[in-house]
C-alpha cells in the first residue's frame, strides 16, 4: 500500500531515496516524506500529496546524510495531510519510523503511551510504533531489543523501517504478517531496504526478501536476518533478472501505455521454454505438477481481486471446458467468510500481480489451514503468494508500474490456457489432435496482439467520440463476458467514467432500462461460438438508440453495418480470443483518460498493491 525506502553507505542517502520513492509512488501518493540523519540530528522533509511536492521541498531546503528512510503513502488511518505524513519523529527526536499497514490496537496502546506522557502529533496509528520504542529504549534498551520489544506489542498486519540519531550503523525493519514486503538489497558498501525491487533495482540486483515474522538489522556491510523474537535466520541473497530499464517509462508518456505495448514482448516470454510446439505439449515445472496429482484433482477455486479475479473467470472458462475439472472463482475478500468446502484434493488457485494482496493471501491461507494445495499465478518475484505456495506458475512480465493492470492480466490469461492443457494432458481429457492444435494456437498470440496495438489511432479516434461520456456498458458473453468486466474496470478506475460490465444475456433481466442514447454500450463480439447472440445484443441495443462500440474480427460486415464504431481484431481462435479482445478496451480507456486530461498512471484514491483487509 505505502512505498518504503531506506539507506546505509557511504552516498549521499537523500537522491537515493528520493528515487527509490519515485519508482514506488504507484503503490500510494496521498502524501510522501523523507528523514536523513544530518550533523547528529534527524532531518525532516514532509509534503501532503505526490512526492514530486516533497522534490521540491528538497530542493528548496536542502538535506543530506549517509542514513535515511523515506515514504510514500496511501492513507489509511488520518487524513492525507503532511502532519500525518511519514516518516514519524518520537519525543526525543531521536528515532525516527515509516511504516506499512495497520496497528490494529493503536487506540489502547495511544491512550497507554499519552498517559505515560508521550505527546502524539499526528492522528496515525504509525506514530504508536516510535512512541513504543522510545518508552523501551528509556528503560535501557538498545535500539533492536526495543524494536523487538515494540513488534511484541502491535497488532496487525504491519512492515516497518526505523532508525535511531544514536546507533546510526543500523536501520531496523521488520515484515510482521501480510503487509507488503521488505526486500533488502545489497550493495558495494551499501545496503537497502525497500517495499518492492524497482526501487533499489537502479543500484542492486542481490537481494533477500523477508518473510512475514522476520526482521532485519541493515548496516553499511550487509543484513542480520532473525525472527521478530531474535532467532537468528539463514537467508541467501539472490540476484533478481529484472534489468533497471524495465522499470522506466522510456519514450512513453505514461507506464501504462508502455506496459499495453509490452504485452507482446511479455507474451512471448510467457510462452518461452513452457511451450514444446514439435511434441504439442506444455511444460509448467515450478507448478510441481505431477499426474497423480493431476488425477486426483476434484475441484479448483481460483482465488483473486479485481483484474485478476477477472483473469480467474476466463480461467474458469478453460479449465472446465477442456480439462473437466469443476472451478469456482471466488473474490479474496470474500472466500474466507463463506466457510467454502475445502479438501486435499482441492486445489485453491491465487492470482495475483503484486502477490501481497492481503485479501487473496487470506484466502490462500483459508485454503491451506483445510488442507488444500496452493498454487498461485504470481507476477512479484519473493512475494508472499509465491513463498507460500505448493506450485507456481511465475507470470513473465517484469514489473508492472501503472496502477491499472494490462501486461499482469493478459500473461495468466495465457498461464491458465497452459495450465488447462497441461492438467487435460494429464487426465486425458483431451485427445492428441485437440490437444496439438490448442498448443499450436499459442504460437499466434503475440503477433495478434501487436496487430491490435498497430491499430492504435483507430482506437484514438473512437476515444475523441467517448471521452465526455457519463457512463458506460460493457457487455459480453461466453469466455468474453469477463471481458466486459475488465474492459469496465479499465475505464472507470482511470477514466472516473461509471462503467458496468454485464453478461449480455442479462441486459434483458433489468439493465436495459438504463439504454438510451446517451449510454453507450460497448459488445464484445468476435466471431467466437456467442457471436450471433451478441448480434441480438446489438440490435436490442441499436432499437433503443444507444451508440455501439463493438469489437469485432476483421471482415464482419453484418456488425460494420449495425455499430457505430468498430474497433477490429485480427481471427483469432476463440479460447484465446479474451487475450486479444481486451487490448482494444485497454488502449480504449487509455486514451479517454488521457483526452479528459487525468493522472493515468496514478488515478485518485488507488494503489497498486493493496495489503490492508
Ligand atoms: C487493476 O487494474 C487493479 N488496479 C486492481 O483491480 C488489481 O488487479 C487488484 O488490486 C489485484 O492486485 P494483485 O494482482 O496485485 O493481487
Not at 550533523?39 to 500529496?49: F, M, P, Q, S, V
Not at 460493457?474 to 468486466?485: C, H, Q, S, T
Not at 479474451?578 to 483518460?593: C, G, K, N, R, S
Amino acid at each position: 500500500m505505502c512505498g518504503i525506502v531506506g539507506y546505509i553507505g557511504a552516498r549521499n542517502a537523500t537522491p537515493i531515496i528520493l528515487g527509490g520513492l519515485k519508482k514506488l509512488e504507484y503503490r500510494g501518493y496521498d502524501s510522501a516524506g523523507i528523514a536523513v540523519l544530518e550533523n547528529d540530528k534527524i532531518e525532516l522533509r514532509r509534503e501532503a500529496g505526490k512526492l514530486s511536492r516533497l522534490t521540491d521541498a528538497v530542493q528548496k531546503s536542502p538535506l543530506s546524510g549517509q542514513i535515511g528512510i523515506g515514504h510514500t503513502r496511501w492513507a489509511t488511518h488520518g487524513a492525507p495531510s503532511q502532519q500525518n505524513a511519514h516518516p514519524h519523529l518520537g519525543c526525543t527526536e531521536r528515532v525516527v519510523v515509516v511504516h506499512n499497514g495497520i496497528v490494529e490496537n493503536f487506540l489502547e496502546l495511544r491512550d497507554e503511551l499519552s498517559k505515560n506522557g508521550a505527546e502524539f502529533k499526528s492522528e496515525t496509528d504509525t506514530e504508536t510504533i516510535v512512541h513504543l520504542v522510545e518508552h523501551y529504549l528509556a528503560t535501557g534498551l538498545n535500539l533492536v531489543e526495543a524494536a523487538q520489544a515494540t513488534f511484541e506489542q502491535i497488532r496487525g498486519a504491519n512492515v516497518i523501517v526505523l532508525m535511531s540519531a544514536d546507533e546510526p550503523d543500523k536501520i531496523v525493519t521488520a515484515r510482521i504478517g501480510n503487509a507488503g514486503g521488505v526486500v533488502v538489497g545489497f550493495g558495494e558498501g551499501e545496503m537497502f531496504a525497500a517495499s518492492d525491487i524497482p526501487a533499489i533495482l537502479e543500484h542492486t540486483r542481490r537481494v533477500i526478501f523477508l518473510e512475514s515474522g522476520q526482521m532485519g538489522v541493515v548496516t553499511q556491510d550487509g543484513a542480520e536476518i532473525t525472527t521478530v523474537e531474535g532467532k537468528p535466520v539463514e537467508v541467501q541473497a539472490r540476484t533478481i533478472a529484472w534489468d533497471p530499464v524495465s522499470a522506466e517509462k522510456g519514450e512513453f508518456r505514461h507506464f501504462m501505455e508502455k506496459e499495453i505495448h509490452e504485452q507482446v514482448r511479455s507474451l512471448t516470454d510467457t510462452l518461452a521454454g513452457r511451450v514444446d510446439f514439435d511434441e504439442g505439449r506444455i511444460r509448467l515445472p515450478q507448478l510441481n505438477l505431477t499426474s497423480e496429482i493431476a488425477q486426483k484433482i476434484e475441484k479448483i477455486y481460483i482465488v483473486a481481486c479485481g483484474t485478476a479475479a477477472y483473469a480467474g473467470m476466463v480461467g474458469k472458462y478453460l479449465i472446465e471446458s477442456v480439462a473437466r475439472i469443476p472451478v469456482e472463482v471466488d473474490i479474496g475478500s470474500e472466500f474466507r467468510y463463506r466457510d467454502p468446502i475445502v479438501n486435499e484434493n482441492t486445489v485453491v488457485l491465487a492470482i495475483s500481480q503484486s502477490g501481497e494482496t492481503a485479501d487473496t493471501l487470506a484466502a490462500m491461507e483459508e485454503g491451506r489451514s483445510k488442507g488444500a494445495i496452493l498454487w498461485s499465478i504470481v507476477n512479484a518475484i519473493g512475494s508472499q503468494a509465491m513463498r507460500i505456495s505448493d506450485g507456481v506458475i511465475p507470470m513473465q512480465t517484469g514489473p508492472e508500474i501503472g496502477v491499472a493492470s494490462t501486461k499482469a492480466f493478459t500473461a495468466p490469461l495465457v498461464d491458465l490456457y497452459l495450465l488447462a492443457v497441461l492438467l487435460a494432458d494429464l487426465r486425458g481429457t483431451l485427445d492428441a489432435a485437440k490437444r496439438r492444435q490448442m498448443v499450436a494456437d499459442l504460437r499466434l498470440v503475440p503477433d495478434l496482439v501487436g496487430q491490435v496495438l498497430e491499430r492504435e489511432s483507430d482506437i484514438e479516434k473512437v476515444a475523441h467520440a467517448l471521452k465526455d461520456i457519463k457512463g458506460c456498458l460493457y457487455l459480453g458473453r461466453g469466455i468474453n463476458m469477463p471481458i466486459a468486466y475488465e474492459g469496465a474496470l479499465k475505464l472507470k478506475e482511470i477514466s472516473y467514467v461509471h462503467a458496468e460490465g454485464y453478461p449480455a444475456g442479462e441486459m434483458k433481466h433489468g439493465p436495459i432500462a438504463l439504454i438510451d442514447e446517451e449510454m453507450p454500450v460497448i459488445c464484445l463480439a468476435p466471431r467466437d461460438p456467442w457471436h450471433e447472440k451478441m448480434i441480438s445484443q446489438i440490435q436490442q441495443a441499436k432499437a433503443r438508440n444507444s451508440p455501439v462500440i463493438a469489437v469485432a474480427t476483421d471482415g464482419d460486415e453484418v456488425i460494420a453495418d449495425m455499430a457505430d464504431h468498430v474497433l477490429w481484431i485480427p481471427p483469432t481462435p476463440w479460447m484465446l480470443s479474451p487475450v486479444i479482445t481486451v487490448i482494444p478496451l485497454q488502449v480504449l480507456a487509455y486514451h479517454i483518460a488521457s483526452l479528459r486530461g487525468l493522472d493515468v498512471d496514478q488515478p485518485r484514491n488507488l494503489a497498486k498493491s493493496v495489503t490492508v483487509e
